[in-house]
């Protein structure tokens, strides 16, 4: 009795990789123990790529007998006369073939290393497969390797494409946290800046009311100190009682000084003035839109916030601002943001030195800081900071623009300032920013912006 079921090739299957042996092509021929030897001979003849064939006894399974083992045998002398006429049974009890059972729900990849085990003696005979209703089937050896490559194939793929995937979702991570930091320093320098524009708002108020009453208060002290020497000339012999209060309040150095005490005053309101401007310049970090600004306004705004830390305290000389600005046109820029780059540059500056004064005070006689503009063909205008501290090492240079690289120590740098600061010179601006350093020489960073005059 023949049955062939399946019969398309292991190589045209589109498996994936849990694939069972039921997805494979299955041969289910079926042969009575009891038939002639010769009756194989005629199976294995008419179907050529047929590999083995099941033998059963009252269609019950007993076994099988591949066709390499079967020809193997046959080709030997006197077999054929031997078999070929007698049952097959005979000729299975000589052989006593070892056989390979597998579930029909056992994974491709599962069976392959099984069979694979097998001794040499059997490594390339068929295997049979049984159903869950006890009906048996015939792989081809060659197809179940066939199977396997093609796993292995779609497993390599398919490890290529998750770890591909793996990659992409990893610089995700990587640029979503860049951005969210980026969005937080962003956020914390805009709210610095309304903080700053509220303070400047608050001190501008007492300070115009002081101003402008300090303006009548000099005239009023003015005519008064003229009245008091109309007085003297007209009465020169005061009473008792007048002299001796002039003489106990020193009434001329009072005379004489009060002029200076006010113009003093009008001095410091001046002063006072000016920081708020140079606050309320600091304050465009908030700022979204471009506009055409002078960056020299910029930076004076920067050193006047920071000027605490320029200033000798302990044993520190302070630090020296050397400003040697060139003749520059107005700049169509973001000035909230070139603001926030040179906060950035000049505290690192004034970072560096402290740490080289801090380890060896000896070694800078007069810590500085230099700040040059210049004007180039009027296309771009470029800016230098540079100090003379301690300078920047090869390795730590070429990653100095990196996300999250920094040499501080903990709780003293999230090492996003330079790279915030390249974002804003490059992406925001279309410039360039790089450093020139060299060890014990300190450093210089160079900003290049493009002006759209």
Not at 98 to 108: G, N, P
Not at 271 to 279: C, E, P, T
């Amino acid at each position: 009795m023949l049955a062939i079921h399946s019969m398309n090739d292991a190589s045209e299957m589109s498996l994936q990789l849990d694939s069972t042996l039921q997805e494979l092509p299955i041969w289910e021929i079926q042969i009575e123990l009891n038939l002639p030897g010769n009756t194989l001979i005629k199976a294995f003849e008419a179907e050529t790529l047929l590999p083995g064939i099941i033998l059963t006894k009252n269609r019950y399974f007993v076994g099988m007998i591949s066709r390499q083992r079967f020809f193997e045998h046959m080709s030997r002398p006197y077999s054929f006369g031997l078999f070929s006429m007698r049952p097959i049974e005979t000729l299975y009890n000589f052989l006593q073939p070892e056989v390979s059972v597998f579930d029909q729900d056992m994974t491709i990849v599962e069976a392959t290393q099984a069979a694979l085990q097998r001794s040499p003696a059997l490594v390339y005979e068929p295997i049979i497969i049984r159903t869950q209703s006890g009906k048996y089937g015939i792989i081809d050896f060659h197809q179940l390797l066939l199977a396997n490559s093609q796993i292995h194939a779609l497993t390599l793929t398919q490890l290529q494409r998750v770890e591909e995937q793996s990659e992409l979702a990893k610089a995700g991570f990587r640029d979503l946290k860049k951005n969210y930091s980026r969005l937080l320093q962003n956020e914390k320098m805009a709210s610095l800046g309304q903080l700053v524009a509220g303070i400047a708002h608050e001190i501008n108020n007492p300070v115009n009311f002081i101003a402008g009453n300090l303006v009548h208060a000099l005239e009023y002290i003015d005519d008064l100190c003229d009245l008091i020497n109309l007085y003297r000339q007209h009465y020169p012999q005061p009473v008792e009682e007048i002299a001796h209060a002039i003489a106990q309040n020193e009434f001329e150095f009072m005379m004489s000084d009060l002029p200076r005490l006010l113009t003093s005053m009008k001095t410091g309101c001046g002063r006072i003035d000016q920081i708020v401007r140079s606050l309320r310049n600091f304050s465009r970090l908030d700022e979204s839109d471009k506009k055409t600004v002078d960056l020299h306004e910029g930076i004076d705004s920067v050193l006047l916030i920071l000027q605490s830390r320029l200033k000798p305290h302990h044993q520190h000389p302070g630090i020296r601002i050397i400003k040697e600005y060139g003749n520059i046109p107005p700049v169509d820029c973001y000035p909230g943001l070139l603001n926030q780059v040179f906060m950035n540059l000049i505290a690192n500056a004034i970072d560096a030195l402290e740490e080289s004064m801090s380890n060896s005070p000896e070694s800078l006689t007069q810590p500085q800081i230099q700040i040059r503009t210049e004007s180039m063909n009027n296309q771009q205008i470029m800016i230098r900071i540079a100090d003379n501290g301690p300078g920047i090492p090869e390795d730590v240079k070429t990653r100095l623009f990196d996300p999250f690289f920094t040499t501080k120590p903990v709780g003293k740098g999230t090492g996003l300032g330079l790279s915030i600061c390249h974002q804003i010179i490059v992406e925001k601006h279309r410039g360039q920013i790089y450093c020139v350093s060299t060890v014990g020489r300190g450093a210089e960073f160079i900003i290049h912006i493009p002006n759209g005059q």
